[in-house]
């Protein structure tokens, strides 16, 4: 398996923007889609977008809605998530992954952990008051 590398987490003031990168490399396999996890403190990784990787559909979660926007740059394998207006509950590790080809990409699957098989290491996103 290939790897998939997040970055350009960092710390930043309420209100303030970031963008993260997920570049793969190595033999990840077809992409079919990508997405964004993160996990707080004592909380479950949760979904944070998704986007599949030919036909630019993306799923958002309702607690990033018009904050976040999530791209791709096929030609660098590169999946990119901007992020704007953060709040201090945006605090969280970040990770990227690869969605299952055998799956439709719909919004209930694009949501859910288990149906990603290949995960990044996670980039810290802490966000103060």
């Known amino acids: 398996q290939g790897q998939l590398v997040e970055s350009g987490g960092g710390l930043v003031q309420a209100g303030g923007s970031l963008r993260l990168s997920c570049a793969a490399s190595g033999s990840p396999g077809t992409i079919y889609a990508l997405g964004w996890f993160r996990q707080a403190p004592g909380k479950e990784r949760e979904f944070v977008a998704a986007?599949?990787?030919?036909?630019?559909?993306?799923y958002y979660a309702n607690s990033v809605k018009g904050r976040f926007a999530i791209s791709r740059d096929n030609g660098k394998n590169t999946m990119y998530l901007q992020m704007n207006s953060l709040k201090p509950e945006d605090t969280a590790v970040y990770y990227c992954a690869i969605f299952g080809p055998t799956y439709p990409f719909d919004q209930p699957a694009a949501g859910r952990r288990e149906m990603y098989d290949h995960w990044g290491q996670g980039t810290q996103v802490t966000v103060s008051s």
């Open positions: 986007i599949s990787w030919n036909g630019g559909t993306t």
